[in-house]
């Protein structure tokens, strides 16, 4: 069983930034994929990037790309969502997933564990 807790959400202004962090408690963290998924209210839960076990392979949703980076710190057991430039549109509760196999789409059917979500809310 893999526990996710997410942090770092708040308010912040249109165009500043925030980092969000998913702290994992499992021993084998490098050979999990790690994804970050959000949902505004009224709207499914989308994709917004994922990265390999071992950092080497990121992907982004379009909408995101250029502005938000993933990263993680295996020795932490922790991703990270460095999320710059942000936008009304970006408000959500942002969820972060673990996977055993590396996703090859932007299904959240193909993460096996979800933390609690934390919310982000940005002002016009």
């Known amino acids: 069983q893999v526990q996710l807790v997410e942090s770092g959400g708040g308010l912040v202004q249109a165009g500043g930034s925030l980092r969000l962090s998913c702290a994992a408690s499992?021993?084998?963290?490098?050979?999990?994929?790690m994804g970050w998924f959000r949902q505004a209210p009224g709207k499914e839960r989308d994709f917004v990037a994922r990265?390999?076990?071992?950092?080497?392979?990121?992907y982004y949703a379009d909408s995101v790309k250029g502005r938000f980076t993933i990263s993680r710190d295996n020795a932490k057991n922790t991703v990270y969502l460095q999320m710059n430039s942000l936008k009304p549109e970006d408000t959500a509760v942002y969820y972060c997933?673990?996977?055993?196999?590396?996703?090859?789409?932007?299904?959240?059917?193909?993460?096996?564990?979800w933390g609690q979500g934390t919310q982000v809310t940005v002002s016009s």
């Open positions: 499992v021993r084998t963290y490098s050979s999990y994929a």
């Open positions: 997933a673990a996977a055993q196999r590396l996703p090859h789409s932007r299904s959240s059917s193909e993460y096996d564990y």
């Open positions: 990265l390999s076990g071992s950092g080497a392979s990121a």
